[in-house]
């Protein structure tokens, strides 16, 4: 029985150092979005209020109720001054007002939903959909070839103009042509670095801890249960801990004059 | 039909409530006693026979928040995923229900694979319990239909298409396939009319088949009593008085505490994965099903939740040059068999045939279709071995030392055959793949022939069983 499992665990090892790596890797690398803002109320309040402004003109985010945002510690009275803009209610979901054939025409694509966004752009091999966010908020860059006359690294030829410019200002990307090891004669078109053009409202770190704040959000609306989860999950784990201990004595307790 | 008894007036409230009980329903003590406080299983099991009851705690689990899931779902192509989302937010404790019932199901694929594997490893389909094997085989295979319908549900696009590839497999068999395929989705694509007899089937239909099918396992388990790790009949061995086998112990109290423990250890762990990883790092939630079925958007890599995919490999392993693979082993076989094998003229003649006959249908059809065929025979496979296991002893711990590793190559190849099914078609993943469907496939059709092979240990009379 023992060589067994030990035949079977080597074995597993060894499958697990053979395989292939994961195919979905390739593409611009994703930046890892800073988790701690998830227990930040401030950091979240203040995703919150740049999903309003910049984001629900054009996306929707149709799941998801203004008046959940109490979870995140805002009343209907913030709320109702704060993010309400037009003839909504505190119990609606976050609609908006685009119309999506209007859309499709000015952007060539629908703008998505963004209710469950930060869960279903997440990759195995490659990271969570909350560090696709945060590397795509990050990483737009002036392309005059484009319709909009934006690129996006994370995201090539995205449909979507850079919707925080203002803020981030605007920047162009230098590239350089590297020759490709593995097939002579081509090359490679790589990345370099940013160039500022214009300033934005904000400095890049100011900029960069706007963005987390906003994927923050994001992240939180696509499962406003999460926090409760977590620590609804810690008194479970601890119950279920106790309750292997008097099961186990209990256990014991039937068998021992068993022979 | 028993005598009807009477009590005397000065019995307590508990004693007549019993009587009156007792007279009206004999039978129930009966059977009490004989399913848990008479039923004597053997006192040496071990680690891995917690899986049973744990995949009987999981079917109850899924049965329970199945009930409270479909107070809340549409089975609406326009409605099912914002409806799986009115759950998860709007639905008091929605998520929690949805969550248990999504890990659930990764959890019963889980327990199920375990007890499969005790099962063989201790030889528990042999002589006499196969049928209480062919039960469970029968139980694996509605399990996985349920499972497949149930995907389908929160309409996203691998539920739809998941769906797609799958029910399109069934039009590659010949003749009938496309009306089968037909007949199965109730339209030409994956559609409402899909989701809705998905539905019926995953809520009532499956479930009464299934919960059928564990009754006739357990009770044919019943009757012939228990395997255990050495493989030995406890009923040869009889207590003189009471008839009892001396190697049993009463289920109830001893396996009711037992499982009991296990399955507040199993809970810990299936609730650390509920409330600290429900999407099982995409596994068991994949994360393209949180955007919404797009009939006309066809995902750039379509895998299967992890428990298929072990059988999705060996699907698409089966190309052309498989195909080819096939034909060789078959050729190979048929010589052996006829120079070696022993036979008389006739049955050469009648082998020589056969081969002739296989290697022409495999050349008739499609590699598609074969390949669905290996698929569907991978499973069905199961139910054949009571009868190719050939060895004279039971369990692991009296075969000779390289079974084992036999053994270790099938499980090795069975993982790396559900690594490579999840990730995107590669041309060193398909040829590792093809490897392992030889081997998985390998290991049943010679079994009758390897299983024989080597030294065998003697086994004991008694059971193995130090005291706790």
Known sequence: MKKLLISLFVAC??????????????????????????????????????????????????????????????????????????????????????????????????????????????????????????????????????????????????????????????????????????????????????????????????????????????????????????????????????????????????????? | MAEFKDISPNASATEKLANWFNNRYPSAGGFYKAHMSEYYAPKNFNFWYFFGSLALLVLVIQIVTGIFLVMHYKPDAAKAFESVEYIMRDVPWGWLVRYMHSTGASAFFVVVYLHMYRGLIYGSYRKPRELVWIFGCAIFLVLMAEAFMGYLLPWGQMSYWGAQVIVNLFSAIPFIGPDLALLIRGDYVVSDATLNRFFSFHVIA?????????????????????????????????????????????????????DLYFAAVFLFIFSAVLFFAPEGGGYFLEYNNFIEANPLKTPPHIAPVWYFTPFYSMLRATTDVMVYVFIAVIAIAAVLAILRGGFRSGAKIAIAVAAVVAVFLLKA????????????????????????????????????????????????????????????????????????????????????????????????????????
Request: charged fraction near 20%; charge should be neutral.
């Open chain 1, 13 to 259: 090892g060894f499958a697990l150092s053979a395989l292939p790596a994961s195919a979905n890797e390739g593409g611009y690398p994703w930046d890892k979005f800073p988790e701690e803002k998830m227990t930040d109320m401030a950091a979240l309040q203040n995703g919150a209020r740049i999903f309003v402004n910049y984001c629900l003109n054009c996306h929707s985010a149709q799941y998801m109720r203004y008046n959940r945002l109490h979870d995140i510690g805002l009343t209907d009275d913030q709320i109702k001054k704060n993010l309400l803009f037009a003839t909504e209610k505190v119990g609606d979901t976050m609609k908006t007002t685009l119309d999506p054939k209007q859309a499709k025409d000015f952007f060539g694509a629908t703008p998505p939903d963004l209710s469950v966004i930060a869960r279903s752009r997440a990759e195995i091999g490659k990271g969570s959909g909350a560090d696709y966010l945060f590397t795509l908020w990050r990483t737009f860059y002036r392309d005059d070839s484009k319709p909009t006359g934006w690129n996006n690294l994370a995201f090539p030829d995205i449909a979507m103009p850079h919707a925080l410019w203002q803020l981030q200002g605007e920047r162009r990307a230098v590239f350089t042509e590297v020759k490709d090891e593995h097939h002579p004669g081509k090359t490679e078109h790589r990345f370099e670095r940013f160039e500022q053009v214009t300033p934005g409202a904000m400095s890049e770190i100011e900029y960069k801890e706007a963005v987390g704040d906003l994927v923050a959000y994001l992240q939180w609306m696509g499962e406003p249960a999460q926090g409760t989860r977590l620590r609804i999950g810690v008194g479970v784990l601890l119950f279920l801990g106790l309750l292997i201990v008097f099961t186990w004595r209990l256990n014991a307790a039937y068998w021992k004059n068993v022979t």
């Open chain 2, 206 to 258: 499956v479930p009464l088949v299934l919960l059928g099918l564990v009754a006739a396992h357990i009770i044919a388990l019943h009757e012939v009593g228990s395997n255990n790790p050495d493989g030995v009949e406890i009923k040869s061995t009889k207590n003189d008085k009471t008839g009892m086998p001396l190697d049993g112990i009463p289920f109830h109290p001893y396996y009711t505490v037992h």
């Open chain 2, 365 to 468: 059809f499609d590699a598609k279709f074969w390949g669905v065929v290996v698929m569907g025979g991978a499973v069905l496979i199961l139910f054949f071995l009571p009868w190719l296991d050939r060895s004279p002893v039971r369990s692991i711990r009296y075969r000779p030392d390289w079974h084992k590793y036999v053994y270790a190559l099938f499980v090795f190849f069975f993982l790396v055959l559900g690594y490579l099914g999840s990730q995107p078609p590669s041309a060193g993943g398909n040829y590792v793949s093809q490897v392992g469907t030889l081997v998985y496939l390998g290991f049943f059709l010679l079994m009758p022939w390897w299983s024989r092979l080597g030294t065998f240990k003697p086994v004991p009379e008694r059971v193995t069983f130090s005291a706790h």
